[in-house]
T-cell receptor
Framework: EDQVTQSPEALRLQEGESSSLNCSYT??????LFWYRQDPGKGPEFLFT???AGEEKEKERLKATLTKKESFLHITAPKPEDSATYLC???????????FGTGTRLKVLA | ETGVTQTPRHLVMGMTNKKSLKCEQH?????MYWYKQSAKKPLELMFV???????ENNSVPSRFSPECPNSSHLFLHLHTLQPEDSALYLC??????????????FGQGTRLTVV
C-alpha cells in the first residue's frame, strides 16, 4: 500500500537551533516528492519538488534532500517566522495522484 | 488578483442547507483539484479536473457535487451535509496533471462548519 509518514509530529526549536524533518515513503513508483508549508488557517504553500534520489533543493534557510526511501527538510538557524506545519506529498508514477503525510508542526521560539 | 482564490473563507451551514464553494485560478493552469483537510488527517483528494473534464471522483458522497465550467473556475456544491463534513476545503491548481509541472498551488481554503 502506498504510504507517506512524516516525523516528528511536532517539533519545538529555539531560534538558531538547526534540525531536520523527515518524510518516509513507500510507493509503487515515485514521480516526484513535494514539500509544502502551511500556516494556520491558510492553504499549503509550495516549497520544493524533488524527482530523483540524490537531488537537493535550497531556499533561504530550508534545504530538501531525497533518497530512495525518504526525504529530509533541513532547517538551518531557524527564525520564529519559520513556525508552520510542513507537509510532504508524493506523486505516484504514471498517475496524477498525490499522497500527503500528516505534517510536522514546527514551532520556533525567540 | 493572482494565484488561487477561494470564496467564502468561512461558511456555517445547517444540515438541510444548500451552498456552494467557489474557486478561481489566475495561473493559466490546466488542472484543478478539491481537497478536504480534517484535523490530524492527511489531505484527502476529492475531485480532479483536467481541461474542464472530471478525471477523478475519489469515492466522495453524492452530497458533494463539483462543477468546472471552464479551466479557471471550479465549484463545489454542497447539500444535506453532515456534521462530520466540517473541515477546511482546499482548492488547488497545477500546470499539468502528469508530467513535469504538477506541483499544486493552493487557495486559502474555506473553513466549513456544519451545524
Amino acid at each position: 500500500e502506498d504510504q507517506v509518514t512524516q516525523s516528528p509530529e511536532a517539533l519545538r526549536l529555539q531560534e538558531g537551533e538547526s534540525s531536520s524533518l523527515n518524510c518516509s515513503y513507500t510507493v509503487s513508483g515515485l514521480r516526484g516528492l513535494f514539500w509544502y508549508r502551511q500556516d494556520p488557517g491558510k492553504g499549503p504553500e509550495f516549497l520544493f519538488t524533488l524527482y530523483s534520489a540524490g537531488e537537493e533543493k535550497e531556499k533561504e534557510r530550508l534545504k530538501a534532500t531525497l533518497t530512495k526511501k525518504e526525504s529530509f527538510l533541513h532547517i538551518t538557524a531557524p527564525k520564529p517566522e519559520d513556525s508552520a506545519t510542513y507537509l510532504c506529498a508524493v506523486q505516484i508514477s504514471g498517475t496524477y495522484k498525490y499522497i500527503f503525510g500528516t505534517g510536522t508542526r514546527l514551532k520556533v521560539l525567540a | 488578483e493572482t494565484g488561487v482564490t477561494q470564496t467564502p473563507r468561512h461558511l456555517v451551514m445547517g444540515m438541510t442547507n444548500k451552498k456552494s464553494l467557489k474557486c478561481e485560478q489566475h495561473l493559466g493552469h490546466n488542472a484543478m483539484y478539491w481537497y478536504k483537510q480534517s484535523a490530524k488527517k492527511p489531505l484527502e483528494l476529492m475531485f480532479v479536473y483536467s481541461l474542464e473534464e472530471r478525471v477523478e471522483n475519489n469515492s466522495v458522497p453524492s452530497r458533494f457535487s463539483p462543477e468546472c465550467p471552464n479551466s479557471s473556475h471550479l465549484f463545489l456544491h454542497l447539500h444535506t451535509l453532515q456534521p462530520e463534513d466540517s473541515a477546511l476545503y482546499l482548492c488547488a491548481s497545477s500546470q499539468d496533471l502528469t508530467g513535469l509541472n504538477t506541483e499544486a498551488f493552493f487557495g486559502q481554503g474555506t473553513r466549513l462548519t456544519v451545524v
